[in-house]
Nanobody
Framework: QVQLVESGGGLVQAGGSLRLSCAVS????????MGWYRQAPGKQRELVAT???????NYADSVKGRFTISRDGAKNTVYLQMNSLKPEDTAVYYC????????????????WGQGTQVTVSS
């Protein structure tokens, strides 16, 4: 069974930093794109950053220059380094991965982590 396990959220003052991690566990054939999304109270879930299997990265305009996404293929882990945090970055952050499994036949689907809370105080 494939699982995405996130860690690293917490409470930080404005201007501070946090690093989120998301590890994929289970029997997998291939991980394609990985990324981070966030959802603030009363708002829709939005893209924060993605890291493709070919090494390309993409960021939401609101986090460019402050957040950095990285990926460790050997560990099946994606990271989000968040610097210069602002109160408007407060949200639940979700990890996402496009994963192929072949244990019970070919299957390709999006998987989501359980979410980790990031709170930035002013």
């Amino acid at each position: 069974q494939v699982q995405l396990v996130e860690s690293g959220g917490g409470l930080v003052q404005a201007g501070g930093s946090l690093r989120l991690s998301c590890a994929v566990s289970g029997i997998i054939f291939r991980i394609n794109d990985m990324g981070w999304y966030r959802q603030a109270p009363g708002k829709q879930r939005e893209l924060v950053a993605t890291f493709t299997s070919s090494g390309r990265t993409n960021y939401a305009d609101s986090v460019k220059g402050r957040f950095t996404i990285s990926r460790d293929g050997a560990k099946n882990t994606v990271y989000l380094q968040m610097n210069s945090l602002k109160p408007e970055d407060t949200a639940v952050y979700y990890c996402n991965a496009d994963i192929i499994t072949i244990v019970a036949g070919y299957s390709r689907k999006d998987y989501w982590g359980q979410g980790t809370q990031v709170t930035v105080s002013s």
